[in-house]
Nanobody
């Protein structure tokens, strides 16, 4: 059973930075597009950023210029570097990808930005 595990969340002051990581169990390479999503209380889960197999990245307008998605060369870990954080970035952050034709979500990691 493959699991995605996120780590790196926590409490940070507005203007601060946090780096999140997402890795598949047994260090299985994530060769398909990996996405970071977030969900704040009472809202729908929204897409934050993606990184494709060829390294192409996208990001939501709300985080452009502040968040950067990247991965290691082995494609076993995907990162989300979040800078200039705002209170509205407070949410549970999830990573998502497909492995062997199955869709996987991590358990989520809480990021709380205090004003």
């Amino acid at each position: 059973q493959v699991q995605l595990v996120e780590s790196g969340g926590g409490l940070v002051q507005a203007g601060g930075s946090v780096s999140l990581s997402c890795a598949a169990s047994r260090r299985i390479p994530m060769v398909n597009t990996v996405g970071w999503y977030r969900q704040a209380p009472g809202t729908q889960r929204e897409l934050v950023a993606t990184i494709a197999s060829d390294g192409t990245t996208t990001s939501a307008d709300s985080v452009k210029g502040r968040f950067t998605i990247s991965r290691d060369n082995a494609k076993t870990t995907v990162y989300l570097q979040m800078n200039s954080l705002k209170p509205e970035d407070t949410a549970v952050y999830y990573c998502n990808t497909q492995i062997a034709f199955r869709n996987y979500w991590g358990q989520g990691t809480q990021v709380t930005v205090s004003s």
